[in-house]
């Protein structure tokens, strides 16, 4: 997997002068099924997050408020997304190493992903990782 399959998809955007609206779909807007949603905010001045890959799992971030940037790797490339439009998400396919960092005060954020929390499919060490995509496994 390459870094360059990481992309930016825009979402639906209704706008209304009592506030806009975003909306997406699983395997519509988001090109996998959705089993597990969370959210990531009060994020400490300085901090980093994420910092692993995964083996087969797919990710989708949005920026809900604030602004954050992240970070990926492929082993041989690396890239830098910054994200800061709730109507603007970001697909991680399996085999990225992502790590979200330079937060804006009061950053919340979404991630959608395509399989329930399963800590085997997680690759927390860099080592592993670049062993891994250069045909470890």
Known sequence: MSVDACRLIELPKIRDNRGNLTFLEG?????FDIKRVFYIYDIPSGEDRGAHAHYDLHQFIVCLSGGLDVHLDDGRQH??????????GLHIPPMIWASEGNFDPNTVYLVLASDVYRPESYIRDYETFLHEVNGGR
């Open 27 to 31: 395997n519509h807007h988001v090109p």
């Open 79 to 88: 890239r830098t997304v910054h994200l800061n439009r709730p109507w603007v």
